[in-house]
């Protein structure tokens, strides 16, 4: 007899799915340990003249590097330190080195702070102290370092950027004949917003999105429906992503949404497709397993870093403390805290975002929230007196901006509104189907939410929001029904 899993084209797993995916999982985490461990050793070659033409490069561009004197901004900050890292790493202790993971500064300093600056002293020769940041697995050092060593960090830019157009291109190509023209182009007009192809010039994140795409076109390309082999490739996507770098904390979410998506969006174009609680639970079977492959490789290179130094610096103790900090609860955040977080995110992601006040700092509506959120007395007479004193200072067209989008959310709801209440026009996915594409739409603010301190950083991590504004910008479409039913 055929099966609910069957009739949306799936098959089931497979007994003893579960110890597979362990096994899968601790062979994973066993070869990052090796990749990271024999990095140190890789040739010099030129490692040593690329890294003072990065250094030069950065300083010349800045911490928070404007491409166009706007948003979005490539964080060099962070890149910096991964520099710094791949620079520092010793050869003669390769192990101990690829668990350590040690930053220079230079010997003057009191502490690290500025990373371009203690970057620069290292490879000038003043840096002798090191500090450990060895609670992330920094695996992008593992194919940066051997790059650096044949090719300066201006030509890893490049490269990263034909990478992320050859996978950009071919994902859309897949989108294409796999859903209608109006998927592909939604997926398009979100990774506009979020920065693309910009954020190919940014090592921090740009791994996130070379995962995220490249396990989008696995799916979309071989057309994936046994769970098992899914159960793997969201496994193997949250484990990456911890392991990859920096980006684990920057923009994780896009490496689970981009692939469940690209499962999702295809299944609503056929016309057999039943939305039930069948396919709910295979949903979120993919979110618990990308969840576990993402938490479990992070505890596993604490509990790795602490076994092989002995103690020398608690990393575990360090990873706790930094949980702590990230989500807000050693700050205290408050609930309106955490709120302002996901507001800032979701301006810095519309398009009037990147539109500065008068003095051309920070953005005007940022200027309105900052006001609000630090400055005592009743939230609604902050906001009337901040909007009273900025308000003659915006530029006209920050005004434009907000009434354009203003008039496309109006549109945009009144055609959803409208398939929503006409049964003849609107697909029978069932209060179900939306209701958890709601609660797909809502996993990024869900994440802003508990690392709030983290997601404070709204010029960096805003693009969570990607695959939440591509299924936004199409769910009218989704709604619709096909002329093929």
Avoid at 96 to 101: K, N
Avoid at 143 to 170: C, E, G, N, Q
Avoid at 378 to 391: C, G, M, P, Q, Y
Wanted: aromatic share 14%; hydrophobic share 50%; proline share 5%.
């Amino acid at each position: 007899m055929e099966t609910e899993a069957f009739k949306n084209g799936y098959t089931d797993l497979r007994k003893g799915w579960l110890l597979r995916a362990a096994l899968f999982l601790c062979s994973l985490i066993f070869a990052y340990w090796a990749l990271v461990s024999v990095t140190p050793l890789f040739p010099v070659l030129r490692l040593n003249e690329h890294l003072k033409d990065a250094a030069l490069l950065l300083e010349k561009e800045g911490e928070y590097w404007m491409p166009f004197g706007q948003m979005p901004t490539m964080d060099n900050y962070t890149d910096a330190i991964t520099l710094n890292i791949i620079g520092t790493l010793n050869p003669h202790e390769p192990i101990r080195s690829a668990m350590r993971m040690d930053v220079s500064y230079a010997p003057d300093d009191t502490e690290p702070g500025q990373p371009i600056r203690d970057f620069k002293n290292f490879v000038e020769g003043k840096a002798m102290k090191t500090w450990s940041y060895a609670r992330y697995w920094h695996g992008d050092v593992v194919f940066l370092r051997p790059m650096l060593s044949v090719m300066t960090f201006a030509d890893v830019r490049k490269l990263s950027f034909f990478v992320l157009m050859i996978l950009f291109s071919s994902v859309m190509l897949l989108l294409a004949r796999r859903t209608y023209w109006i998927v592909t182009l939604g997926f398009a007009v979100s990774m506009t917003l979020g920065g693309f192809p910009l954020l190919a010039f940014c090592m921090e994140y740009v791994d996130s999105f070379v995962i995220a795409i490249s396990i989008m076109c696995v799916i979309l390309r071989s057309n994936i429906r046994d769970e098992e082999s899914l159960v793997w490739l969201f496994l193997l996507s949250g484990s990456l992503t911890t392991f990859i770098g920096f980006g684990g904390l920057t923009a994780p979410i896009v490496t689970f949404m981009f692939p469940l998506l690209s499962l999702v969006l295809p299944d609503l174009e056929t016309q057999s497709f039943r939305w039930d609680w069948r396919y709910v639970k295979r949903l979120l079977l993919f979110g618990i397993v990308w969840s576990a492959g993402y938490l479990l490789t992070w505890g596993a290179k604490w509990v790795l870093a602490d076994a092989i130094l002995g103690g020398e610096d608690s990393v575990l103790r360090d990873a706790m403390n930094s949980i702590l900090f990230r989500t807000g609860s050693a700050e205290g955040m408050r609930l309106f805290d955490r709120m302002l977080v996901i507001v800032r995110n979701i301006y810095a992601i519309l398009p009037f975002s990147v539109m500065s006040s008068g003095e051309g700092k920070a953005p005007a509506i940022y200027a309105i929230i900052q006001s609000v959120a630090e400055t005592e007395g009743s939230r609604l007479d902050k906001l009337a007196l901040t909007i009273k004193e900025v308000a003659p200072i915006l530029p006209s067209s920050i005004f434009l901006g907000l009434v354009v989008t203003v008039l496309v959310l109006v549109v945009y709801l009144v055609a959803v509104v409208s398939l929503a209440i006409d049964g003849k026009r609107r697909r029978p996915i069932g209060a179900l189907g939306y209701f958890s594409l709601a609660f797909l739409f809502l996993v990024p603010y869900f994440w802003y939410f508990v690392t709030a301190n983290n997601a404070n950083h709204h010029y960096i991590t805003f693009r969570n929001q990607i695959p939440s504004l591509w299924l936004f910008l199409i769910l009218p479409h989704s709604m619709k029904k096909k002329e093929i039913d």
